[in-house]
């Protein structure tokens, strides 16, 4: 069982009493419980359990404008003295800077809503091992698969954050995961692909037979891929990668780098950055969802912000720090993006297969090609060549590559939006990419 | 006398006693336990930015029996929690049984000193250093729009508690200073990066003021981007520079031949072992014993003494690079590759410091050589499919190659390969070897180590750049 609540606020508050004691002006404090337990099955084997039972502290003293932080995962009294008594030497030793301090204190989260975060069953090792049979037996169903590794993570965690302006509040999370990756091999060459679940509750799980059913399918249709010449294309993103536009915007658009001046956003609040048509929204108060959370990791009220509306940037991702540096209020968001999401578009799937008469599907992506200083592009790919909206032949060791500012307003949106992770993004049509292969 | 259990119930005494009891059935396994720090102190837009300091105490108990790996971690070093963990790697292995292998090797070679790089410097003088860095480069001119510069510390302590009371024991220092530069130029924004590090103090990268070639060679790389024009796209002749660049390596061949993929069968390589890979000429080592490297280590995570394993020997495939699991289930045995992240962490085969010997020929003779193509000097970083074998790196310093000469600088882009084919294409090795900065962390299954990597400039005949002009 995770810790309760009460000890958790018990050595917060210590913490906060003792820095005070110690000096500091201002104190922030997290202190977290996790419990993991994982198996691992491979080839319809037991090949591992894992069980971890962790906590972590996080303490940032204030004295003054002067800021230092530090964190551990012993929580035994000495300790924590001791790490306390570092943390203030730490910070009378670092420079004043103007922007450092607390969230203002009208902010801060009052009442929280219950959003369904948790839940407390338990799924036993054996149990875990029989899914994890049901889900390998699906993918060996499949022609041509040699190898699946399979794997089900429950975890149980509980935190709070307070701070010396009396913010004391915290919640308890639970997450079920069940992963599949497979093997397909014909002749010498062989492909590998993947599915997963992952839920806050477990009757949310998707089923485990469709999990290795989908990861053998999506390996065995990658087997015998085409290295294909070098063009401009159209590039579909499967849903699976398409979330990756988000993930871009959302580091682009952080206070932070707004603020330090290394975004290719910088200067376009208020300007058109997607195309007309595109409207995205990050949504923290979302029941179950994988984002979720009533406050951000310095405890202010999160709301959920339409951050592109029209195809227009409209808001930016704020934290206390930076939001002060930009002359801007925290809006919550010190720790990034909550359930990010592409408002649904509007056109059907097999019609956006279907555009341009080809085009190439994008399934997966290598490397870490993104440039957020120059909005330069350029990663691994493979997927399928699509011809009259069917797949002809798969495709890889090519790269596909451009520069974001003219990816985000191409952009066509199919509309088969869903929540699997916590940015999601429908599949998508990007014009105007190049591809090098041959 | 061992320091973990100072505070706690338990003496080593009574530690080992569970362990031996746990693991008698089994075979293999051991309780690690682990005292970490470490320390990060950023620069950032004129300021300092973060001063920040951790520390972690804990321990992961593993039990192994044929193929069953069985963990249990925790930061609790208690006799309860202990008991709990031996109970939950009993359970799940209760139905096999195993015979405890006893063999370890030893060794007296040591390739770092037992020092703290945190407490051996002070936190003001690490402040200074990076004010002076700030001032010293924004002092090149007004081009400069950002620098970033950080110290990241680290001190590692860990004791490997075997069956019958056998302790093996290492500390580890290891140290990263880097600096980062935007430079902008009628709107036109380039970065460059640049860092030194490895199991030394700060000092010995910092003295006869060395942190201003640091310095010096990130703003020279973001410079040199900014007349960067776009890449070009499709299939060509690529040079790689000497150094950093063998990242390539570590990704193109290196994981393909660590042995958990090569047991399971799912690596491209593993059918490979004693056939040729790579061109004659082309030697690739995987070594753990160079001294005060980033990626050297004088035991591995497990206890085994780390070697110099020889992965490739003119062009032959010659030995996957391998922990104990791995190793017995393929009848061999450890190459002082098992490591792991943290005691949060199962050990898995890992890279040290991986590297192409040199061969004759000089960087000049291969640029002379090529009519059309790219000479890169710099990466960001890489990523493979073990499976398909299909890698990618990023550049961070390129050139085209025009008629036998170095031309315009291109964009970052990035390069695409097929591992087990990649290297049979390399048609020059040079005589300019060289050992990267220091500054490599290797990703493999949500675990991060620090690694090294090293090569000669070397020719490849064909690989895909993926520019934007076509």
Same mark, same amino acid.
């Given at each position: 069982?995770?810790k309760d609540?009460e ?30 337990? $994982?198996v ?11 069980? /971890? ?7 940032t $003293? ?14 035994s ?11 203030? @030497?730490?910070?009378k030793? $670092? ?24 839940d407390? +069953? ?11 049979? #049901?889900?390998? #037996?699906?993918?060996?169903l ?10 089900? $993570? ?8 307070g ?6 509040k ?10 599949c990756?497979?093997?397909?091999k ?20 998707? +089923? ?8 053998a ?8 891929p085409?290295?294909?010449?070098? @063009? ?7 849903k699976?990668? /398409?979330?990756?536009?988000l ?22 609040? #208020?300007?058109?950055?997607f ?23 310095e ?9 592109? @509306?029209?195809?227009?940037l ?16 925290? +809006? ?23 555009? +341009?008469?080809k ?17 330069d ?5 493979n997927?399928?060549?699509? @011809? ?7 495709? /890889? #060791? ?28 429908p ?12 | ?78 006799k309860d929690?202990l008991?709990? &963990?031996?109970?939950?790697l009993?359970?799940?292995?209760k139905?096999?049984k195993?015979?405890?292998?006893h ?36 002092s ?34 290891? *140290? ?33 003021e060395n942190?201003?070639? *640091? ?9 040199v981007?900014?007349?960067s ?6 299939e060509?002749? *690529? ?13 193109a061949?290196?994981?393909?031949l ?6 399971k069968k799912? &690596?491209a ?9 790579? &061109?004659d ?8 014993t ?12 497990e ?35 098992g490591?792991r992240?943290s ?18 020929y ?29 890698? *990618?790196?990023n ?32 048609s ?9 900065p ?6 493999k ?11 000669p ?11 934007t002009?076509?």
């Amino acid at each position: 069982m995770v810790k309760d609540r009460e000890y958790l606020n018990k050595v917060a508050s210590h913490t906060i009493e003792y820095s005070k004691k110690l000096g500091a002006t201002d104190v922030n404090v997290q202190v977290i419980h996790s419990i993991s337990e $994982t198996v691992n099955l491979r080839n319809k084997n037991l090949d591992e359990s894992n069980r /971890s039972d962790s906590f972590a502290i996080g303490i940032t $003293t204030y004295i003054d404008k002067k800021k230092s932080t530090i964190s551990s995962s012993n929580l035994s009294n000495d300790n924590i003295k001791t790490l306390i008594e570092r943390c203030i @030497e730490i910070t009378k030793n $670092t420079p004043e800077d103007e922007f450092n301090s607390l969230p203002e204190i009208e902010l801060m989260a009052k009442d929280s809503k219950d959003l369904n975060l948790y839940d407390e +069953n338990h799924v036993p090792n054996n149990k875990k091992i029989e899914i994890l049979n #049901e889900v390998e #037996e699906a993918a060996y169903l499949q022609k041509n698969i040699t190898n699946t590794e399979t794997d089900f $993570t429950e975890n149980k965690s509980n935190f709070v954050l307070g701070n010396s302006n009396g913010f004391m509040k915290g919640y308890e999370t639970s997450n079920f995961n069940i992963s599949c990756v497979a093997v397909a091999k014909k002749d010498n060459q062989m492909e590998r692909d993947y599915d997963f679940t992952s839920k806050r509750h477990i009757s949310d799980l998707a +089923n485990p037979s469709d999990i290795g059913k989908n990861a053998a399918l999506n390996a065995v249709k990658k087997l015998d891929p085409k290295k294909i010449k070098s @063009e401009k294309i159209g590039i579909i993103f499967d849903k699976k990668i /398409s979330k990756g536009i988000l993930a871009v915007l959302s580091s682009a658009i952080s206070a932070a780098s707004i603020a330090r001046g290394t975004s290719f956003l910088k200067d376009k609040i #208020e300007k058109e950055i997607f195309s007309k048509t595109i409207n995205i929204f990050d949504d923290p108060k979302i029941e179950k969802g994988l984002g979720s959370r009533n406050f951000d990791s310095e405890g202010v009220e999160t709301q959920k912000l339409k951050l592109v @509306e029209n195809g227009i940037l409209k808001s930016y991702l704020i934290d206390t720090y930076y939001g002060k540096k930009l002359n801007l209020k925290s +809006n919550g968001r010190s720790g990034g993006s909550t359930n990010l999401f592409f408002e649904n578009g509007l056109t059907p799937y097999n019609d956006l297969l279907k555009s +341009n008469g080809k085009n190439l599907y994008i399934t997966e992506t290598i490397g870490h090609g993104s440039n957020l200083v120059t909005g330069d592009y350029s990663v691994g790919a493979n997927g399928f060549m699509v @011809e009259n909206g069917e797949i002809v032949y798969p495709v /890889s #060791e090519i790269t596909i590559a451009g520069n974001f500012n003219d990816i985000f307003k191409n952009i066509t949106l199919a509309d088969d939006l869903e929540f699997k992770y916590s940015t999601n993004a429908p599949t998508l049509l990007i014009e105007g990419m190049v591809v090098a292969g041959r | 006398m061992s320091k973990f259990f100072q505070n706690s119930d338990l003496d080593s005494k009574k530690a080992e006693s569970i362990v031996s009891n746990t693991l008698n059935n089994c075979d293999d396994g051991e309780l690690y336990l682990e005292n970490s720090k470490s320390e990060t102190i950023l620069l950032d837009d004129n300021k300092i930015k973060n001063s920040s300091y951790s520390s972690d105490l804990g321990y992961g108990f593993r039990a192994i029996t044929g193929e069953v790996v069985a963990y249990s971690h925790s930061n609790d070093i208690s006799k309860d929690s202990l008991e709990k &963990s031996s109970q939950n790697l009993k359970d799940t292995l209760k139905s096999k049984k195993g015979f405890y292998n006893h063999e370890i090797p030893k060794s007296n070679n040591k390739y770092y000193e037992d020092l703290d790089p945190i407490e051996s410097k002070s936190q003001d003088s690490k402040i200074k250093i990076l004010n002076e860095v700030n001032n010293y480069i924004r002092s090149k001119g007004d081009l400069v729009s950002q620098v970033s510069a950080s110290f990241l510390g680290e001190h590692k302590e860990i004791e490997i508690i075997r069956s019958n009371s056998e302790i093996l024991r290492d500390t580890r220092p290891l *140290v990263r200073f880097n600096v980062s530069v935007v430079l902008e130029r009628n709107g036109k924004k380039e970065t460059g990066v640049y860092g030194v590090g490895g199991r030394q103090s700060y000092d010995e990268y910092l003295n006869n003021e060395n942190w201003k070639n *640091v310095c010096d060679e990130a703003y020279r790389i973001a410079q040199v981007n900014l007349n960067s024009k776009s890449a070009p796209a499709g299939e060509m002749k *690529v040079v790689l520079g000497p150094g950093w660049p063998a990242i390539l390596i570590h990704e193109a061949i290196g994981h393909g031949l660590e042995g958990d993929f090569n047991r399971k069968k799912t &690596s491209a390589f593993h059918n490979l072992m004693g056939e040729r890979v790579a &061109s004659d000429g082309v030697t690739i080592v995987d070594d753990g014993t160079i001294n005060l490297r980033r990626g050297s280590l004088t035991i591995d995570d497990e206890g085994t003494p780390t070697e110099k394993t020889v992965l490739i020997e003119n062009g032959i495939l010659k030995n996957f690079m391998q922990d104990r699991l791995n190793a017995r289930l393929m009848n061999t045995k450890s190459t002082g590759s098992g490591r792991r992240e943290s005691y949060k962490h199962v050990v898995l085969p890992r890279m040290r410091n991986t590297m192409m010997l040199g061969g004759k020929y000089s960087q000049e003779e291969m640029i002379k050589s090529v009519d059309r193509g790219i000479f890169a000097v710099s990466f960001g970083g890489g990523q493979v499919d073990i499976t398909s074998g299909k890698f *990618v790196f990023n550049c961070t310093e390129a050139y085209e190659i025009v008629n036998g000469k170095i031309g315009s600088p291109i964009k970052g882009a990035t390069l695409i390969g097929d591992g087990p084919s990649i290297l049979k294409e390399v048609s020059m090795v040079g005589n300019d070897m060289k050992l990267d900065p220091g500054i490599g962390t290797c990703g493999k299954a949500g675990q991060g180590v620090p690694v090294g990597v090293a090569q000669p400039s070397i020719l490849i005949n064909k690989m895909t750049v993926g520019g934007t002009q076509l």
